[in-house]
C-alpha cells in the first residue's frame, strides 16, 4: 500500500501570499488531519476531516482553511501569510480517525515564509 | 489548559545502555497514550500505544509505561543503537472529539 504523500515538498512564499498544500492519504483512510509543527513546539492541530466533512478544528486563525474531496484527498490553503506561518505541514490519515487508531504521517510540506 | 511535557533537552545516552524519555501531562485524564518516533524531513511514525489500564507495553527492544496517578509515562529503548537516534514524540488520546494532544518531542542520540 502506498504511504500518505504530500505535495510539495518544500514552499518559499511571500509575507501576504497565499499557499494551498495538498495531501493524499492511504487507500481507503477516509480521516485526514493536518498539522502544524515548528522548532520546540508539539505538533499543532489544525483540522480534521472525515468523509468530506470538517469533523474537528483546532485554534488557529480564519486563514488556515482545508477540504477534502471525495477520494478523501484533501487539501489545506493558507492566505495571506505571515511570517510566523513557517513552519512543517504534516498531514495524517487514518481508517476512521476515532478512538485509538494509528495515525500516518506523510511527510510534510516544509513552508518558508519572506 | 492541557499540557504535555517531555525533556526539551536532547538525551545523549551510550550505545547498548536503556535510554528512558519521560512523558509528563497535566490537566487531562487520557484513555490512551501514544508514542512516535520522527526521523529529520519525515513524519512521526507510530511505536506503541498503551491504555489507561494497561501499566506496561512491550515491543521488541521498546517498553512503555504508564502511570496515571503520577500523570506520567516512560519509554524505554533497551540495548540502543545508533540507528535509534531520533526525536520522540508522545501524544494523548481519549477526549470526545478523538483528537490527539502532542508533546513537543525529545531528540534521543545514540552514541556509538
Known amino acids: 500500500k502506498a504511504g500518505v504523500t504530500q505535495t510539495p515538498r518544500y514552499l518559499i512564499k511571500t509575507r501576504g501570499q497565499q499557499v494551498t498544500l495538498s495531501c493524499s492519504p492511504i487507500?481507503?483512510?477516509?480521516?485526514v488531519s493536518w498539522y502544524q509543527q515548528t522548532p520546540g513546539q508539539g505538533l499543532q492541530f489544525l483540522f480534521e476531516?472525515?468523509?468530506?466533512?470538517?469533523?474537528n478544528k483546532g485554534n488557529f486563525p480564519g486563514r488556515f482553511s482545508g477540504r477534502q474531496f471525495s477520494n478523501s484527498r484533501s487539501e489545506m490553503n493558507v492566505s495571506t501569510l505571515e511570517l510566523g506561518d513557517s513552519a512543517l505541514y504534516l498531514c495524517?490519515?487514518?481508517?476512521?480517525?476515532?478512538?485509538?487508531?494509528?495515525?500516518?504521517f506523510g511527510p510534510g510540506t516544509r513552508l518558508l515564509v519572506l | 489548559s492541557q499540557k504535555i511535557e517531555q525533556n526539551s533537552e536532547a538525551l545523549n545516552i551510550q550505545e547498548g545502555k536503556t535510554a528512558t524519555l519521560t512523558c509528563n501531562y497535566t490537566?487531562?485524564?487520557?484513555?490512551?497514550l501514544q508514542w512516535y518516533r520522527q526521523d529529520p524531513g519525515r513524519g512521526p511514525v507510530f511505536l506503541l500505544l498503551?491504555?489507561?489500564n494497561e501499566k506496561e507495553k512491550r515491543k521488541e527492544r521498546l517498553k512503555v509505561t504508564f502511570d496515571t496517578t503520577l500523570k506520567q509515562s516512560l519509554f524505554h529503548i533497551t540495548a540502543s543503537q545508533p540507528a535509534d537516534s531520533a526525536t520522540y514524540l508522545c501524544?494523548?488520546?481519549?477526549?470526545?472529539?478523538?483528537?490527539?494532544?502532542w508533546g513537543a518531542g525529545t531528540k534521543l542520540i545514540i552514541k556509538p
Open positions: 476531516y472525515f468523509s468530506e466533512t470538517q469533523r
Open positions: 487507500s481507503g483512510h477516509r480521516s
Open positions: 501524544a494523548l488520546g481519549g477526549d470526545s472529539n478523538y483528537q490527539l494532544i
Open positions: 490537566n487531562y485524564s487520557p484513555a490512551y
Open positions: 495524517a490519515s487514518s481508517l476512521t480517525g476515532t478512538g485509538e487508531e494509528t495515525q500516518y
Open positions: 498503551i491504555r489507561e
